[in-house]
């Protein structure tokens, strides 16, 4: 089992920038590769960006490309969405989840986090 809390999330003015973390904990974090996710209301699940347990496998969604970067740090048991530049269109609850490889696919992932909600303003 593993356990996955989201934090970072809040509210800002279109052209800014937060920064997501998820810190793991259960079983062994540098064993799963890691995912971010996104949902709006009356929307399946939005794959954002995801990376491999070593870190050399690296996918993003077309639309945050060049303005999301995803990083962890196995040492520490946390995975990072870094967002710059964001737009409304941005706007969702973002989930990190844990699976046993990087993929775009929601349903090949075991775990999730609760979500944390991120809202971009015009």
């Known amino acids: 089992q593993v356990q996955l809390v989201e934090s970072g999330g809040g509210s800002v003015q279109a052209g800014g920038s937060l920064r997501l973390s998820c810190a793991a904990s259960?079983?062994?974090?540098?064993?799963?590769?890691m995912g971010w996710f996104r949902r709006t209301p009356g929307k399946e699940r939005e794959f954002v960006a995801a990376?491999?347990?070593?870190?050399?496998?690296?996918y993003y969604a077309d639309s945050v490309k060049g303005r999301f970067t995803i990083s962890r740090d196995n040492a520490k048991n946390t995975v990072h969405l870094q967002m710059n530049s964001l737009k409304p269109e941005d706007t969702a609850v973002y989930y990190c989840?844990?699976?046993?490889?990087?993929?775009?696919?929601?349903?090949?992932?075991?775990?999730w986090g609760q979500g944390t909600q991120v809202t971009v303003s015009s």
């Open positions: 989840a844990a699976g046993p490889a990087a993929t775009i696919a929601s349903t090949l992932y075991d775990y």
């Open positions: 259960g079983r062994t974090f540098s064993a799963y590769a």
């Open positions: 990376t491999s347990w070593r870190g050399d496998t690296i």
